[in-house]
């Protein structure tokens, strides 16, 4: 078995890498949502987007790691601007986010009003929440992906080890600071 595929390597590998990210999820997330939290009880089914949101951003950042990662170990990715494998995954990215989040956005609504929480917004403004924040994440877990494989690559990293949690946490963070933004152009 090669080294980088033992425990102790991944352990060696990770361990600073998941301390980092928890680090920088629990303050940027923790600071976003405290001063976002008056916002979040007035309209409940933005409340019900929080967890949605970032966990669908990170579910697309982690499908696109994981089909970079498939490439860079069959040899057919490389990090040019020309590359159709890589433009073409970044699209279906943000195609996919662009189709799923919308439906988020109402599901998010629907289960406001099934639980009989009043709010104050209508079905199509959490849409256009959800829409925009769904899309402005999208183009950010495409970056954050890319950026993340190609310092694996080039630290000489298993990407598999490294850029999904990567990913996922990063995207997290982003996930609470876009809706937050979001929110604040288009409800506040």
């Excluded at 405290?34 to 499908?63: D, R």
């Excluded at 040019?80 to 986010?97: I, Q």
């Excluded at 994440?137 to 298993?158: E, F, G, N, P, S």
Aim: net charge negative; glycine share 8%; with cysteine.
């Amino acid at each position: 078995m090669p080294e980088e595929w033992t425990v102790s390597a991944i352990t060696r590998a990770m361990l600073p890498v998941l301390l980092a990210l928890t680090a920088v999820e629990v303050v940027g997330s923790g600071l976003v949502l405290g001063s976002f939290e008056a916002t979040l009880y007035k309209y409940p089914s933005l409340l019900v987007l929080v967890p949605v949101t970032i966990g669908t951003a990170g579910n697309l950042g982690s499908i696109l790691a994981s089909r970079l990662s498939t490439s860079f170990h069959l040899g057919t990715l490389s990090f040019s601007p020309t590359d159709d494998h890589l433009a073409g995954n970044a699209l279906a990215t943000v195609t996919l986010a662009l189709t799923v989040f919308p439906v988020v956005g109402a599901g998010a609504w629907a289960a406001t009003r099934l639980t009989g929480a009043s709010t104050d917004l209508g079905v199509l403004t959490v849409v256009a929440v959800s829409f925009a924040s769904g899309a402005a994440l999208a183009v950010l877990a495409v970056v954050v992906t890319v950026i993340a494989t190609y310092c694996a690559y080039r630290l000489r990293l298993d990407p598999d080890d490294v850029v999904i949690p990567v990913v996922t946490n990063v995207c997290d963070v982003l996930g609470v600071v876009v809706l937050f933004v979001v929110v604040q152009l288009l409800v506040n």
